[in-house]
């Protein structure tokens, strides 16, 4: 059983900085063999993938509307996965999750909520205008 835990949200002025993190707890805390994606849902909308790394790390995805101001990374000897965000605007305001999903050798990445496993609690951003 894994157990995913976001931490780095926070308050923050348009044009500002963020780099949220997400660890692998629990027994199974590993993330080794996993795809992982952030996911965020703002008040009122469904939740949306916005980025995604293969297990490998060979393949990363992102939605359009974080394209260029966004980085998803892992860190599997830290069972990390992180997603560094910049030049934030306040339709960046959401929830935050991360998701996991085992796909050992697996290249590809996974874009629906229904493709994972595993989910973190989430961790609010508020990006003030």
């Known amino acids: 059983q894994v157990q995913l835990v976001e931490s780095g949200g926070g308050l923050v002025q348009t044009g500002g900085s963020l780099r949220l993190s997400c660890a692998a707890s629990g027994s199974g805390r590993t993330f080794r063999g996993f795809a992982l994606g952030w996911f965020r849902q703002a008040p009122g909308k469904e939740r949306e993938i916005i980025a995604a790394i293969s297990w490998s790390s060979i393949n990363t995805y992102y939605v359009d509307s974080v394209k260029g101001r966004s980085a998803i990374s892992r860190d599997d000897a830290k069972n990390t996965v992180y997603l560094q965000m910049s030049s934030l605007i306040p339709e960046d305001t959401a929830v935050y999750y991360c998701?996991?999903?085992?796909?050992?050798?697996?290249?590809?990445?996974?874009?629906?909520?229904?493709?994972?496993?595993?989910w973190g609690q989430g961790t609010q951003v508020t990006v003030a205008s």
């Open positions: 998701a996991a999903r085992s796909d050992i050798y697996g290249t590809r990445t996974w874009l629906g909520s229904e493709d994972y496993d595993y």
